[in-house]
């Protein structure tokens, strides 16, 4: 393709991570009354080895049973499932305090309330799929230089001088958009002066489907079961620890995990490579433009407590899918303000209610205040005790969120 050549395309999604990946494939299974299939451009900045993407690094996340039922939904799960570990039990507590609470598969007649799977994998089942579908156009590695939004389309110029216009532009390059910081959207930040530092590490028990939320002085420490007996550790330490931590050799490190989570699963043996991400809250106010929609970090970028984070971004592209599904089989343009504030009207709500609740918890249990000690480990014991309290904790866990159901 000349410089010169003007490409069009129907959805242009900035941004190759899970989110781009998932949506663009969510949308490529989609048709118009005419029966032809949505054109979709997905420009990524990063270059396709997956041990370079930032979007498919070292971590592991969890899949609420929302989310699974949602990839499900979208025919993406059977790729998904033979590299994940089931979540059946999650026990959180406080450590060196007597509240704690147990969530169990079987409490919701569920085989599972989660799955967890590393992004390595996700990242090579998506990058496999998107080849095999043709009306996916990939551009990896690919700078997007300017956007200019018109009445009838969003006018793309690339780096190396390609055009594309495109119907509707989804922006899911992560917590530092490009797409956002050129519209100017304004966004809402609070620094929570932790780090997580984030690794894999082997116990001497097995976790066998067991999953950990455990408060300590520095900030939450979290364990998910992976397959080959192996488990993903996220710790969220005070910024001026972080980099103490990262620089210990292996066995000390160690010492110091053993030391702030405890011996319920015995010795912590080894660990992997350790990587350090700042914790930094970032929601887009509003996150629409004209014919432009953010979604996933790119439009929420939260706390790692509760594991909330792709899973609320999930339920951004479920709903997208559906949104220009609707319009497509209406006739309707998937690009226009109509469709776009509706799709946002159904996510505003989730958005804010997930954002208070993960920046609560973390602001709760980081806080060494004799009274808010007492009552959070309070709520914890009652939690334990009686179901309906840990109603609103449960919904957010599994991802079964009342504007998905209202669909």
């Keep these: ?25 969510s949308l490529a299974a989609l048709k118009g009354p005419d029966a032809a299939p949505l054109q979709i451009l997905l420009l990524e900045a990063s270059a396709p080895d997956l041990n370079l993407h930032p979007g498919f690094d070292a971590r592991a996340i969890a899949l609420s049973a929302g989310t699974c039922e949602a990839l499900a939904r979208h025919g993406l799960w059977p790729r998904f499932a033979p590299h994940c570990a089931p979540i059946t039990d999650i026990h959180v507590s ?67 001088g390609a055009r594309y216009r495109t119907r509707l532009l989804v922006a899911a390059d992560g917590g530092h958009s490009f797409v956002r910081q050129h519209f100017k959207m304004p966004v809402s930040r609070h620094d929570y ?39 993903s550790l996220v710790w969220s330490v005070p910024r001026d620890e972080a980099q103490a931590l990262m620089g210990l050799d292996d066995a000390a490190f160690l010492a110091r995990l053993q030391q702030a989570f405890g011996w319920r699963l015995g010795r912590f043996e080894r660990t992997g490579v350790r990587h350090l991400y700042p914790l930094v809250l970032t929601v887009a106010d509003y996150p629409l433009a004209q014919r432009t929609v953010l979604v996933g970090n790119a439009a929420h970028l939260l706390h790692p407590i509760a594991g909330q984070g792709f899973n609320l971004g999930m339920r951004d592209l479920d709903l997208l899918t559906r949104a220009v599904g609707r319009a497509l089989a209406a006739g309707e343009d998937i690009g226009s303000f109509e469709v776009l504030s509706g799709y946002w009207q159904s ?48 919904s957010r866990t599994l991802g079964f969120v009342t504007d998905l159901c209202c669909q």
């Design 1 to 25: 393709m000349s410089q010169s050549d003007l490409v069009h395309v129907d959805v242009a999604i900035v941004g190759g991570g899970m989110s781009g990946a998932v949506l663009a494939l």
């Design 94 to 160: 406080d450590r060196g305090h007597c509240g704690q609470a147990r969530l169990s598969a079987a409490e919701y007649g569920l085989a599972a309330l989660g799955q967890v799977i590393e992004l390595s994998a996700a990242g090579i089942e998506l990058q496999q799929a998107m080849a095999a579908t043709p009306q996916i156009r990939v551009c990896c590695p690919a700078q997007l230089a300017n956007i200019e939004p018109e009445e009838e389309g969003v006018m793309l110029t690339l780096a190396d």
């Design 193 to 231: 002066g932790q780090s997580a530092v984030i690794a894999t590490v082997k116990t001497a028990q097995d976790l066998a489907g067991r999953a950990f939320e455990r408060f300590t002085d520095g900030g939450p420490l979290a364990l998910l079961p992976m397959q080959d007996g192996l488990s």
């Design 347 to 394: 996510r505003r709500e989730d958005q804010a209610q997930t954002v208070w609740l993960t920046s609560s918890l973390a602001q709760l249990f980081s806080n060494h205040h004799a009274p808010l000690v007492v009552g959070r480990n309070l709520a914890l014991s009652l939690m334990g005790r009686v179901p309906w309290l840990k109603a609103p904790l449960a």
